[in-house]
């Protein structure tokens, strides 16, 4: 028997019009972490959401989940989108800039919400270490992650939508649609080893840049994002006072707003 050929990303496409909008969600999200508020942009834009590599409905091979690996596998799912603008929360931000750097002739716009910058390793483990991130030493212990990952999924991951009352109850069950491995390895590839200055470098100047993040985010801390809006005049960053990880949830409005705007050609 032949190999079987590789099954597709999960992806979901809603409305029509001349511009196509890409959502990728975070480290654990689906489809469904966009579904409150996307309505009224599918009024006049095509809307694609995509589950990752490994997470929601998309396959979840036993594999090294690299940022080459899940920018591949992006690819394969969008190629034929022509021009787009990629949103993307926490993970899935870094994963846009990967992606809108190695394809820049397709990328109009990129849209980073909540996205965790550390510059290292070595700094991700510090911060995470450093009493800032409640339980952020487990983040950085591989074993206690995939441990965590196994229990909540096999034992305590009914309880999610009642433990997580802070999230819509759709995304607190999706939390546990991934395996340790795809979690684990795309935890530690892509937010702690994949460095994005340089491919940030290449768009600058090139590339729309939208950030969007909220001023109390303790897992993605702040401080570096505005960093970086200082470092490149030409980007926008929309600062959201009191808000967590989680500005597109907390505040959908406010978001579809700024990325609308983006998107019609105005200043976000």
């Not at 591949?72 to 809108?100: F, N």
């Not at 999610?160 to 607190?172: F, G, N, S």
Request: glycine share 10%.
């Amino acid at each position: 028997m032949g190999n079987k050929a590789p099954q597709p990303l999960h992806v979901e496409r809603y409305g029509d019009g001349e511009k196509t909008i890409v959502f990728i969600p975070g480290l654990g999200g689906t489809t469904r972490y966009w579904s409150r508020g996307i309505e009224s942009l599918a009024q006049h834009c095509r809307i694609v959401l995509v589950d990752l590599l490994g997470f929601g409905a998309s396959p979840k091979p036993w594999a090294r989940y690299s940022v080459e690996r899940h920018v591949g596998e992006l690819h394969a799912a969008l190629s034929s989108l022509g021009p787009i603008t990629l949103v993307g929360h926490s993970l899935g931000a870094l994963l846009a800039v990967a992606y809108a750097a190695r394809h820049r002739d397709q990328v109009e716009n990129l849209v980073l919400i909540g996205m965790p910058y550390f510059g290292s390793e070595e700094a991700a483990y510090r911060y995470l270490r450093s009493g800032k991130v409640k339980w952020g030493f487990l983040y950085t212990n591989v074993l206690l992650v995939m441990i965590a990952c196994i229990l909540t999924r096999r034992v305590f991951g009914w309880l999610l939508p009642y433990v997580r009352r802070d999230i819509p109850r759709e995304v607190a069950e999706d939390l546990v649609k991934h395996t340790w491995r795809s979690s684990t390895s795309s935890l530690w590839e892509v937010v702690y080893r994949y460095d994005a200055a340089d491919e940030l470098r290449v768009l600058s100047g090139q590339t729309g840049v939208l950030m969007i993040h909220g001023q109390d985010d303790d897992i993605a801390p702040f401080a570096a994002i505005k960093q970086l809006a200082d470092e490149h005049p030409g980007w926008t960053l929309i600062e959201l006072d009191g808000l967590d990880q989680h500005p597109f949830l907390r505040a959908p409005h406010t978001c579809l707003t700024h990325i609308d705007s983006l998107v019609s050609g105005g200043r976000p």
